[in-house]
Nanobody, 122 residues
């Protein structure tokens, strides 16, 4: 089992940057694929990015490709989401999630953080 805690959200102007962090408890962090999802008001939770257990493979939604970068530090039990060139449509609660297998679907992930709000003003 793993507990996840996100941080780094906030208010930023369009074109700005934020870096989200997700700290995991436990000694098995490297066994999990880590995903980032987001949910805007009255919208479904959607896939943003994911990173393989070793960090060697990354996956992105088309809407963030080229602007967001997912990375992980297994020694620190932490996954990051660097968000550049932010747009108002990126406004959402961002969640990190963990599962032993990669998936683009939120229902496949067993462990979730509490979320962190990202607001991008125009």
């Amino acid at each position: 089992q793993v507990q996840l805690v996100e941080s780094g959200g906030g208010l930023v102007q369009a074109g700005g940057s934020l870096r989200l962090s997700c700290a995991a408890s436990g000694r098995t962090f490297s066994r999990y694929v880590m995903g980032w999802f987001r949910q805007a008001p009255e919208k479904e939770r959607e896939f943003v990015a994911a990173i393989s257990r070793s960090g060697g493979d990354t996956y992105y939604a088309d809407s963030v490709k080229g602007r967001f970068t997912v990375s992980r530090d297994n020694a620190k039990n932490t996954v990051y989401l660097q968000m550049n060139s932010l747009k108002p449509e990126d406004t959402a609660v961002y969640y990190c999630a963990a599962d032993p297998r990669h998936s683009y679907y939120s229902y496949d992930y067993n462990y979730w953080g509490q979320g962190t709000q990202v607001t991008v003003s125009s």
